[in-house]
Every structure is written in structure tokens, then in C-alpha cells.
């Protein structure tokens, strides 16, 4: 194995019957069967070019140093052809690690050792950095400071300490740190990675962390910015969201919070061909406190998407349609947007006529949403049934923006 320089070729030529070509030659050329001299050397450090043609000896070898892709030509000591080879590789160190291939400094990248590969280490011996000769310098292509690793927590609530094997030796923007915290943070926290020095842990940017982001025996995923550590943790340990990862498009579609749901059993009468708002008096379920059960209005808490069913059975009667729909506007009962709407036509004589909406729309924060109903069989219908859950309304929080 070479130490990064030229490589050793040697050949010896020998005639059908055994005896060698003295004085053989070997023409080295550029690769693609041209005629364009190509430099092989005496030496594998290149410090003496070899002759055009590299002559062999009185047994028929004959040697160099090469570095490349070469066309040889060889004939014997009176120029008559014996071989053309084209495209014949001399090297050692494509893609491989040299011999000798470590040190605490990159050494000088070269083309002519091009795509080498070279381990870069402290002076103490430990991992830095494995880098690529990309013909002009050596790039990196696995770095200890921006490796991904693990490490349990040693320090104290709001003061983690972690060591990584092998050991980062500086801060790095885009370092990553998977640590498994041992005590939950009360405040304000701080990681010191390897002795490196204190550095803040934040959430949502540059917000400093407030009590339970972080909980005993969580792993925790952290990145270096370049400032400080941003916590990663979609849903952190107070309950909140960490809004580093967009938490809310983790999966696609988040459901963040059931908002209301309310079902009737009352009936309602319905006027003949007039859009009536209707009221789910009795409430199952309303998490934010947005629903009035006594308007039947809905206030949007948060600008986002919402799923928004509503369904229900007029009595029996066979004139006319039904229809029902999803109102909303910006005060109780005055509509100035339709978000959903569904009919049914010929309704039926001798059973009830079950009618059900369902839309994913945006609304913003402070939009009044309920439900109408219409019939036009001719007089009032009531609007009614005897099971809640054909009666109902169910809105649902999908996705805040």
C-alpha cells in the first residue's frame, strides 16, 4: 500500500518459449488509445520522472511508479510491438484509506490522489473526522461533532451534563445529541456537552424552557444552532407543543383537540321554506367552553382546520325536500358563509327523513359557526327524533395554523 503517492508496477515479458525480451520497453500514454505521454516516476513519492519508454532489463523486467489510467504499449528492444494495453489502472488508494493515512492535520490534497480517503484525529488519539480528497482539499464524510449520539445525563435538574464516546471536541452547528434526561427540568435549562462549556436548551427557537419540557427518564433529541441547544421533542413533557418540529404536521393530519360536541332530543319545529337555525340544547362533550348550548353558536377558538358533522330526521311526510347546512358568520344566527350543505328530495310519507353534512374547512379564530335546516312540505315539520345521535353536531379541531 502506497502512503498516498504513486504506486510500484512491475512486469517481466517472456517469449512463448520462456526466454525473456531483453531491453523491453514499455510507452506509457494517456488512456483512450491516444498518443499523449503520461508521466510514470522512479519513485513513489514523484520526484523523478521515469523515460518515454521505461526501458527493461537483461531478464526482461521492467518497473515504475504510476498514478492513473494508462495505455501501454510494450515491444521489444527493436520497437516491434508485443502488447497494447489501454486503459490499465496504476493506483492503490482509489477509494481506500492509505497506509500511514492518519494524522491530527489533513495532509495536501492533490488531484492526482483524488477520491483518497484520510482519518483525521486529535493528538490524544481520538476520532475527529474522516475526509475525502475531492482533488483540492479534504472534505469531510464522517465527523464526531456532528455525528449523531447518545448519551444518559449526568448532571443535575436544569443543569444536564452529558459525555459522548468518542468525544466531541468542539460545538458544531447541526451537532446532534440524543440524551436521556435523568431529572425533570423546573426552568431554565442548560447542557454541557464534554466539558465543552454551558450552553442554554430552548424550545421554539431561542425560548428558554420552562418546567416539565423536559421529564426524568425521557430521551430528549437536541441541535446545536450554532448558539444553543434546541430541544426537538415534538410533545413535551408539560403537555404543550414544541413548535420546532411543526408537531401539529407530525403525522399529516393532527387531531389537536376534540372542541365540542352536542347532541338534542327536543323537537323542533321548522317553518315551511325558511332556512332555520337549530339548537343541540344537550351538550356531550365541549373541552374549550366554545359551544352555547342556548344559541346553538359555535365560536372558533383558534384559526385552523376543523371537521364539522352535523346530522338529524325530520318527521315523516312525503312533500317537498329536506336540506340541512353548516352556517357561519360573525354574529350568531346572521349567515354570510355556507361551509357545507346537503338536500334530499321526494322525502319519504311513511318513515322519517334522515339528512347528515359533514365538511373539513378553514375558519379563523372568533368565526361564529351553527346549523340550518330547511323543508318545504307546505307547512311547519318538526325536526326530531328519539335516538340523540341521529340529532347531533360534532366539531373537531384537526390542525391549528
Not at 464522517?142 to 451534563?161: C, E, L, V
Not at 356531550?284 to 359555535?298: H, L, Q
Not at 374547512?361 to 340523540?388: K, M, P, R
Request: some cysteine; hydrophobic content about 35%; glycine content about 10%.
Amino acid at each position: 500500500m502506497s502512503n498516498g503517492g504513486a504506486a510500484f508496477w512491475v512486469k517481466q515479458f517472456i517469449n512463448e518459449t520462456g526466454t525473456p525480451y531483453p531491453g523491453v520497453k514499455v510507452y506509457h500514454y494517456s488512456a483512450g488509445g491516444g498518443s499523449t505521454n503520461k508521466t510514470v516516476w522512479a519513485d513513489e513519492a514523484k520526484t523523478t520522472e521515469a523515460s518515454q519508454p521505461v526501458t527493461g532489463d537483461s531478464r526482461g523486467c521492467v518497473w515504475f511508479y504510476g498514478d492513473g489510467d494508462y495505455r501501454l504499449k510494450i515491444t521489444d528492444s527493436s520497437d516491434n510491438v508485443l502488447y497494447d494495453w489501454d486503459n490499465i489502472r496504476i493506483t492503490e488508494d482509489i477509494g481506500t484509506l492509505w497506509e500511514g493515512n492518519s494524522g491530527t492535520a489533513y495532509p495536501n490534497a492533490g488531484a492526482a490522489n483524488r477520491w483518497q480517503t484520510f482519518v483525521k484525529h486529535t493528538a490524544g488519539n481520538i476520532l475527529q473526522e474522516v475526509g475525502i480528497n475531492n482533488g483540492t482539499s479534504f472534505v469531510p464524510i464522517i465527523s464526531t461533532d456532528k455525528d449523531i449520539r447518545y448519551a444518559i445525563d449526568t448532571g443535575a435538574a436544569n443543569a444536564y451534563i452529558v459525555t459522548l464516546s468518542p468525544a466531541s471536541t468542539a460545538y458544531t452547528a447541526g451537532m446532534v445529541v440524543i440524551m436521556k434526561a435523568i431529572n425533570t427540568n423546573i426552568g431554565t435549562s442548560t447542557i454541557n456537552v464534554n466539558a465543552l462549556g454551558v450552553k442554554n436548551i430552548t424550545k421554539d427557537g431561542a425560548t428558554a424552557l420552562t418546567a416539565g419540557d423536559i421529564l426524568a427518564n425521557e430521551i430528549v433529541f437536541l441541535i446545536y444552532d450554532g448558539t444553543q441547544f434546541q430541544l426537538q421533542t415534538a410533545l413535551r413533557g408539560d403537555g404543550t407543543i414544541n413548535t420546532n418540529l411543526n408537531a401539529d404536521m407530525v403525522d399529516g393530519l393532527h387531531f389537536n383537540n376534540i372542541n365540542a360536541g352536542a347532541s338534542r332530543i327536543s323537537t323542533a319545529s321548522i317553518n315551511n321554506s325558511t332556512w332555520t337555525k337549530v339548537i343541540f340544547s344537550t351538550e356531550d362533550f365541549d373541552t374549550g367552553a366554545d359551544y352555547d348550548n342556548t344559541t346553538g353558536c359555535f365560536t372558533i377558538p383558534e384559526t385552523g382546520y376543523y371537521l364539522i358533522t352535523t346530522r338529524g330526521a325530520f318527521a315523516a311526510n312525503a312533500t317537498g325536500i329536506r336540506g340541512i347546512r353548516i352556517a357561519t358568520g360573525t354574529v350568531c344566527g346572521t349567515a354570510t358563509g355556507v361551509e357545507a350543505s346537503s338536500y334530499i328530495i321526494n322525502a319519504g310519507a311513511t318513515y322519517s327523513t334522515y339528512i347528515q353534512v359533514t365538511a373539513i374547512t378553514y375558519l379563523t379564530v372568533n368565526t361564529i359557526c351553527w346549523v340550518e335546516v330547511y323543508q318545504d312540505s307546505g307547512g311547519a315539520l318538526n325536526f326530531a327524533t328519539v335516538n340523540a345521535y341521529e340529532n347531533s353536531l360534532e366539531i373537531t379541531q384537526l390542525q391549528k395554523v
